[in-house]
Nanobody, 121 residues
Framework: QVQLVESGGGLVQAGGSLRLSCAAS????????MGWYRQAPGKQRELVAD???????NYDDSVKGRFTISRDNAKNTVDLQMNSLKSEDTAVYYC???????????????WGQGTQVTVSY
């Protein structure tokens, strides 16, 4: 079993900052890409940012220059630093990890339970 546990969501005023964290635990051999997705009410889940095991990052255009994704391979964690938050960033944020589990088999996607981020005017 593999679990992803998120923390750090909450309510913040526009222009403020939040930091989301996600820790993966369980029967893990290795983790490939880790990322953050979000889903706003009435909208589909969308990629916010992801990062490869080697540290290559990818951001949605809407968050470039404001959000920074980072990971610690030794701890199986991924963080999302969110600055200059806007009302349109309001959503449930989900952590995602492509995990190679133990016993060894093909990698598969795992998801966290989601954490609410609300940005007020």
């Amino acid at each position: 079993q593999v679990q992803l546990v998120e923390s750090g969501g909450g309510l913040v005023q526009a222009g403020g900052s939040l930091r989301l964290s996600c820790a993966a635990s369980g029967n893990i051999f290795s983790i490939n890409t880790m990322g953050w997705y979000r889903q706003a009410p009435g909208k589909q889940r969308e990629l916010v940012a992801d990062i490869s095991r080697g540290g290559i990052t990818n951001y949605d255009d809407s968050v470039k220059g404001r959000f920074t994704i980072s990971r610690d391979n030794a701890k199986n964690t991924v963080d999302l630093q969110m600055n200059s938050l806007k009302s349109e960033d309001t959503a449930v944020y989900y952590c995602n990890a492509q995990v190679v589990p133990l016993p060894l088999r093909n990698s598969r996607d795992y998801w966290g339970q989601g954490t609410q981020v609300t940005v007020s005017y």
